[in-house]
């Protein structure tokens, strides 16, 4: 059974960071493209970033842009978003996904991710 399995949200003040991991079993993700998208109440998910299969490539949505990093580990089979001087406005919870294609287009929308984590809640307060 495959899974993806989020942790290191959390309550953290603005200005403040975070890391989140997204450690995958059951499969090896190593040749596959993954990305992080996040939903807040109320809201639709929405798109924060995604990562080639070595991390050469990456790809940004505009506002988290300067701030967050996504990076990898192939050999831990764990995927990271290091968020940096947040704001409340990422309040939201955060998705780790994963394409089953090899392709290493950085796709942007939920439908192009085949496999979900269950999400981790990061709150950021004023």
């Known amino acids: 059974q495959v899974q993806l399995v989020e942790s290191g949200g959390g309550l953290v003040q603005a200005g403040g960071s975070l890391r989140l991991s997204c450690s995958a079993s059951?499969?090896?993700?190593?040749?596959?493209?993954m990305g992080w998208f996040r939903q807040a109440p109320g809201k639709e998910r929405d798109f924060v970033a995604a990562?080639?299969?070595?991390?050469?490539?990456?790809y940004y949505a505009d506002s988290v842009k300067g701030r967050f990093t996504i990076s990898r580990d192939n050999a831990k089979n764990t995927v990271y978003l290091q968020m940096n001087t947040l704001k409340p406005e990422d309040t939201a919870v955060y998705y780790c996904?994963?394409?089953?294609?090899?392709?290493?287009?950085?796709?942007?929308?939920?439908?192009?991710?085949?496999?979900w984590g269950q999400g981790t809640q990061v709150t950021v307060s004023s």
């Open positions: 996904a994963a394409r089953s294609s090899v392709s290493q287009l950085l796709i942007t929308t939920s439908s192009g991710y085949d496999y």
């Open positions: 059951g499969r090896t993700f190593s040749s596959n493209a």
């Open positions: 990562i080639n299969w070595n991390g050469g490539n990456t």
